[in-house]
């Protein structure tokens, strides 16, 4: 079977030591965690792990069934690419004289869908949204200007259905 | 962090009685309120208030102060598996804690319900590197079922009534319960109610009917089924279903190491072992059966051999509770999700009674070629050295199945399995998915605490015994009857046989110089005697089983034997080898 990014969601209540239980599943079969982000969920007080993972669909949905093991997981499944919209926000930090060498920084952001952040004496911060390509393709971009510093969020994403597993954990939640 | 109010449903559950104490007593009342009769553990710095909670409450449970805390914890696991009860343990904090990872490792992958109890440094040294201060919480984490630190004593009450019903629904399996010093001490308004719910934990998943009606229809129209059942069968308390079901459908039925005992040995439908060491029939035909029915058990890779070669021609039908075992290594055509006791209750209506008499032939067939070929040897050696075959068999003889038979890890192990017969559920002890040496002996003390009316025989290598051979002094103190049989070769035997059949007979650090055993059980001022000759060895054995209290007989074995049938490692199970 071959390997293809996956995204995995997880709703689960707001404990400590959650994440690590959660990362050792992965660290006991070799699998390397792309990104991983946790966050307040539309449930109050539930929180929802995003995991972007390249591995089998085999290796995923046996993750996916040892995560929803675990205690304090109220419900996990996994999604290919085209079953969710996803986005990941990239900061860079450019000089500001780049700024003064005329409009062509301007017109690389405006290309870009980006925009500026903050505009400070000596740098300037640049954000942007998107697939991987699409940061990846600005911060090529933006080579030439010399780039001070990068960083790029982990992926978050919703499914493409109407509700997704929030729906279940809805019902798991107005159960008890 | 507090466990949310919204957390617990307290409407079922009443409340038991509310006062001002401290968090070490509270544990101890919880206990009590929990029905803990022993707890087994060593104390520390980091625990000593608790332990002074339990000091007041000595009528009510017995301590046993093992002498080593992974002798503690194989204790509370041996006690676990025979009254299906969780284990208790107690340990202090680092060190303490640290020697209970082995146990839980053992109980996690064996689906032992265990709650273990650590002390922690004060919650103001957390993190400061204070002395025996170790991350419990961290380390422990991929080895229980569910972990959790206390820091503050209003969290105890809820937190270990979780701890208790975590680790004894669904899929049994150990907890631990990690308490700063601080919150021993502190007081606080204390209530105890039971937990029954938690809301983001599905102990027993819904059974889907469909699922049911497809397995029953799969069973009615087999011409060859073949059941094999493990540990869920027992854990689920589901025997006598069991053994309804096989009865009704005629169905042959075969057993993991760890569901041995669920059905009497000698049920005329039993047809053995599965494999590594398993019996011929089981092995062979597992890969002619038309439909192979799975209760209860995991596919662990010592059964299936290579994955590829085994029951490709089956259609799989997999009774589990635990859903992330369905297609984790077999994958099955017919998953039935659920608690056993309720699948098979289910499943029993639907079947229709049957009988498949050339098909059972079969195994009968291949375990007359195994009688011929391998146990005949076994039991009734034409060499000098005694087998561990034949000491075990006349052990059976004595015992009529009716003992609590424990094994620690290796041949002696495979040949215990083998060949102990059993007449009762729940007695048959052994370290299965782990492999732990030294879990023989303090499981069998556990075990005999757990059923005291009950003979209990712990059957131990020299290797094993080795291990935590100083629980013998725990066994001389709480004066527990245990009837501890090594079987001595000289060698660490499985390793040996390896060695010899895959590594060119390069026996690397595996022949063991030992000590006088006979001396160190002396000074355990336990009564002893040596065998090393057969026609001593069933007179030594009567005594070994009559003498009222504990007892330890070394019987000298062949240095050499092997264990067979073999599933050679990578090979599929019907390439098994009989010699």
Request: proline fraction near 4%; hydrophobic fraction near 40%; charge should be neutral.
């Given at each position: 079977m071959e390997k293809e990014e996956f995204t995995i969601t997880a709703y689960t209540e707001n404990h400590v030591g959650l994440l690590h239980r959660i990362t050792i599943i992965f660290t006991k079969r070799k699998v390397n965690i792309e990104s991983i982000t946790a966050s307040e969920s539309e449930k109050e007080g539930i929180h929802r792990f995003t995991i972007a993972v390249t591995e089998t669909e085999e290796a995923v949905e046996k993750i996916v069934k040892q995560i929803e093991k675990q205690i304090e997981v109220l419900k996990a499944d996994y999604y290919k690419n085209k079953e969710v919209v996803q986005q990941e926000v990239a900061l860079y930090k450019i000089p500001s004289k780049s700024l003064t060498n005329g409009i062509e920084v301007e017109r690389i952001v405006r290309q870009h869908n980006a925009r500026f952040l903050t505009i400070e004496k000596d740098f300037l911060v640049i954000e942007k949204a998107g697939f991987r390509r699409e940061t990846k393709a600005l911060f090529d971009d933006l080579i030439p200007f010399g780039i001070n510093e990068f960083v790029r969020s982990g992926r978050i994403a919703v499914s493409r259905e109407e509700h997704g597993i929030g729906e279940y954990v809805q019902q798991i939640l107005s159960k008890n | 962090m507090k466990i949310m109010e919204s957390q617990i449903v307290t409407k079922q559950n009443k409340k038991i009685n509310t006062e001002l104490i401290k968090g070490a007593e509270a544990v101890v009342k919880i206990l009590i309120e929990e029905q803990v009769e022993v707890a087994f553990g060593y104390p520390g710095g980091a625990i000593m208030p608790i332990y002074d909670a339990l000091y007041d409450e000595q009528d009510r449970i017995q301590h046993v102060l093992a002498r080593h805390e992974q002798g503690a914890i194989h204790a509370a696991q041996g006690f676990a598996r025979v009254t299906t009860k969780p284990g208790v343990c107690l340990a202090t904090s680092g060190p303490g804690a640290t020697n209970l990872i082995t146990g839980l490792a053992d109980a996690q992958i064996d689906s032992t319900p265990l709650v273990c109890i650590t002390g922690q440094v004060p919650s103001s040294l957390l993190g400061s590197d204070a002395f025996q201060e170790t991350d419990v919480i961290g380390i422990s984490m991929p080895?229980?079922?569910?972990?959790?630190?206390?820091?503050?004593?209003?969290?105890?009450?809820?937190?270990?009534?979780?701890?208790?019903?975590?680790?004894?629904?669904?899929?049994?399996?150990?907890?631990?319960?990690?308490?700063?010093?601080?919150?021993?001490?502190?007081?606080?308004?204390?209530?105890?109610?039971?937990?029954?719910k938690i809301r983001s934990y599905v102990p027993k998943p819904e059974i889907d009917p469909s699922s049911i009606e497809k397995a029953a229809s799969a069973i009615n129209y087999a011409k060859r089924p073949l059941i094999l059942f493990g540990q869920g069968v027992i854990l689920a308390n589901a025997e006598k279903e069991f053994k309804k079901l096989i009865e009704k459908t005629g169905i042959p039925a075969a057993w993991t190491i760890l569901g041995l005992s669920a059905l009497e040995t000698d049920h005329p439908l039993n047809v053995g072992m599965l494999g590594m060491h398993g019996n011929y029939g089981p092995n062979l035909l597992t890969n002619e059966c038309d439909v192979l029915i799975a209760i209860g058990m995991r596919f662990d890779d010592r059964v299936t051999g290579n994955l590829s070669k085994y029951a490709k021609q089956a259609k799989v039908i997999h009774l589990e509770i635990d859903p992330a075992e369905i297609n984790k290594n077999v994958k099955a055509d017919i998953p039935v999700l659920g608690d056993a006791k309720e699948t098979i209750t289910h499943l029993l209506k639907l079947v229709k009674p049957s009988s498949h008499e050339s098909w059972l032939q079969r195994f009968i067939d291949c375990a007359k070629i195994e009688q011929e070929k391998v146990i005949d040897k076994e039991l009734n050696p034409d060499s000098e050295t005694l087998s561990m075959g034949e000491v075990i068999n006349i052990i059976n003889k004595h015992t009529q199945g009716d003992a609590i038979i424990v094994s620690d890890v290796g041949q002696h192990q495979m040949v215990t399995c083998r060949y102990s017969k059993f007449s009762k559920s729940k007695s048959n002890i052994t370290s299965g998915g782990l492999g732990t040496m030294g879990f023989g002996l303090p499981a069998a003390l556990g075990a005999k605490l757990g059923a005291p009316d009950r003979t209990v025989i712990a059957v131990i290598g020299d290797g094993g015994f080795q291990m935590t051979?100083?629980?013998?002094?725990?066994?001389?103190?709480?004066?527990?009857?245990?009837?501890?049989?090594?079987?001595?070769?000289?060698?660490?035997?499985?390793?040996?046989?390896?060695?010899?059949?895959?590594?060119?007979?390069?026996?690397?650090?595996?022949?063991?110089?030992?000590?006088?055993?006979?001396?160190?059980?002396?000074?355990?001022?336990?009564?002893?005697?040596?065998?090393?000759?057969?026609?001593?060895?069933?007179?030594?054995?009567?005594?070994?089983?009559?003498?009222?209290?504990?007892?330890?007989?070394?019987?000298?074995?062949?240095?050499?034997?092997?264990?067979?049938?073999?599933v050679p490692s990578g090979a599929g199970v019907s390439e098994i080898r009989l010699e």
């Open positions: - | 080895v229980t079922k569910w972990n959790y630190q206390i820091t503050d004593a209003n969290e105890i009450p809820e937190v270990l009534a979780k701890a208790f019903y975590i680790a004894s629904s669904g899929r049994p399996g150990p907890v631990l319960i990690d308490i700063t010093k601080d919150a021993q001490f502190q007081k606080f308004d204390y209530s105890y109610t039971c937990f029954k051979i100083q629980e013998l002094a725990t066994i001389y103190q709480t004066k527990a009857k245990v009837k501890v049989l090594l079987l001595n070769n000289e060698f660490l035997g499985m390793v040996r046989q390896w060695q010899q059949l895959f590594f060119e007979k390069r026996y690397s650090s595996t022949e063991m110089i030992n000590p006088d055993f006979q001396t160190i059980v002396k000074g355990y001022y336990i009564p002893t005697k040596k065998v090393t000759e057969r026609d001593k060895l069933e007179k030594a054995i009567e005594e070994f089983l009559n003498f009222d209290g504990a007892y330890f007989l070394e019987v000298m074995v062949g240095k050499e034997n092997n264990v067979f049938p073999m």
